[in-house]
């Protein structure tokens, strides 16, 4: 009662023959990449523009252009090396044209050059690592480091394609270690190794039983629950809240004054949430963006202060307020944020946490603890 046939699966439209050649070819040589403009054919039977060409390790590329643009972007590329592409004209029924050989020569790539911005410099417990990605390319900066058998071993993968950027690698002994530095590109694209032997810096975390509530008169220490104290004392329960019924002092920006009980050379703190309800993770009133200032000499007036740097807290996921918390948004809540503060040779004795905006747009702050670690000044 039925029958069946084999059929063969082809082009769209057939017969409609080869379409007409590009004219007017430009070429601009760009860093890792080269962008080749033209003028189109005309004829109904042209479709798409198919660009050919073979990478550094003979491996042969195609990228394609539609028939809504003037010009193919041919990007990846390592070397400044000359390389030959045959462009094409195709068809509706995919039949090729002759092809149009252009050479194209990429200036020097992004990987490259960004390399050349890489500047490493010891910090506590680590290494500083800084460069300069003017082109916003996306890359993951390799550490390295040789242990004791002289051997290298991977330590750290930093990804960004944030214009400037400046990060620590840590826990490591303050005793000479040889470190190497590499940055590979989304083309795999690598460049040199920069390697240096380094001294990572003496740090301890802050001895937290020196520290005391300085009640500046304009600080914002009225606790809801419990005294400012508690932003240092361990535990899953000794959080500080401000109290939102004080409402001459309830606002954006907010801020407490802590005294540390002795200077510290700063190098990095960490920030624990308030987290026995989904409702202060990544929400409610739990700090997002804020400052931290520096002094030896607290008063009122902010010009006796040093800014040391402004951080934002990250939620993993990136999701809204209030959705479901991914596994990724529990262990960084759970773990606590890290922040590296500048590195200076400057040291303060007292700090004042600065909160510009909280997670839930709520005009005051709470937190479970508040963590530092540094040098002693002798």
Request: contains cysteine; glycine residues 8%.
């Amino acid at each position: 009662m039925f029958s069946c046939k084999e059929t063969s699966h082809g082009p769209l439209v057939d017969g409609v023959g080869v379409p007409g050649h590009l004219s007017s070819i430009k070429v601009e040589n760009l860093p890792g990449a080269a962008k080749i403009s033209y003028a189109l054919p005309s004829d109904s039977k042209f479709l798409y523009v198919l660009a050919e060409y073979k990478d550094d390790r003979g491996i042969v590329h195609t990228v394609k252009s539609s028939n809504y643009k003037n010009y193919v972007l041919l990007e990846g590329f390592g070397t400044e090396s000359e390389y030959t592409v045959n462009l094409y004209t195709v068809g509706k029924s995919e039949d090729r044209g002759e092809p149009n050989q252009v050479t194209i020569k990429p200036l020097k790539a992004p990987v490259h050059s960004t390399f050349e911005t890489l500047s490493i410099v010891e910090t506590f417990g680590g290494v500083g690592v800084n460069f300069t990605n003017k082109f916003g390319s996306e890359f993951i900066v390799y550490t390295m480091f040789k242990d004791e058998n002289g051997e290298w071993v991977d330590r750290d993968l930093f990804y960004s394609a944030a214009e400037s950027n400046q990060y620590a690698v840590r826990n490591f002994a303050p005793e000479p270690t040889e470190f190497g530095f590499y940055i590979i590109d989304k083309w795999k694209n690598r460049s040199d190794t920069l390697v240096a032997t380094l001294v990572p810096l003496y740090e301890e975390e802050l001895d937290k039983s020196l520290w005391k509530d300085v009640a500046l008169l304009d600080d914002f220490n009225e606790p809801r629950y419990s005294p400012l104290y508690q932003l240092w004392t361990p535990g899953a329960t000794t959080y500080f809240f401000q109290d939102s019924r004080v409402l001459e002092k309830t606002g954006m920006p907010t801020w407490v004054t802590i005294d540390f009980g002795r200077e510290y050379i700063l190098g990095r703190m960490k920030i624990n949430q308030v987290s026995h309800s989904n409702t202060w993770r990544f929400g409610s009133c739990t700090p997002r963006v804020f400052e931290i200032w520096g002094t030896n000499n607290p008063t009122t007036n902010w010009e006796d202060w040093d800014n040391l740097g402004e951080y934002e807290s990250i939620k993993p996921s990136g999701t809204p307020v209030g959705a479901p918390l991914t596994d990724d948004d529990l262990r960084v809540n759970a773990e606590g944020e890290s922040y590296d503060l500048p590195i200076s040779d400057k040291s303060y004795r007292y700090i004042r946490y600065k909160v510009l905006e909280t997670w839930g747009g709520v005009n005051y702050f709470c937190l479970l603890e508040l963590t530092f670690w540094g040098q002693v000044k002798n």
